[in-house]
């Protein structure tokens, strides 16, 4: 058994990494474009922009999922881990892996 990680987490990593990289910039766009003293033009640009941004730049698709399993139910948000004991079983060393880095 390899130490790869679930594909679901790597996704979730990538997703929070796009969050952080872009918050600033999304929040101020989305000042703009609610801000309703502004002319609607520059609402509507400001609008614009915000639709260009990728997938993961949202913080809706930030996921708390278990870093040993990958699953996204029952997470125990002051460890990463899943509830599941039988998961902590069968992929300690993905566990171990994940503590270390």
Known sequence: MGLRPNIRVLRDM???????????????YLFVARN??????????????????????RPTTVKNRCYASGRGRG???EFGLCRVRRVFDLRMPTLIFFLLV
């Open 14 to 28: 990538k997703a929070r990494q796009g969050v952080l990289d872009n918050e600033v910039t999304r929040r101020a």
């Open 36 to 57: 309703q003293n502004l002319p609607p033009q520059i609402r509507h640009q400001a609008q614009l922009q915000l639709n260009t941004f990728g997938r993961y730049t």
């Open 75 to 77: 997470i125990m948000s």
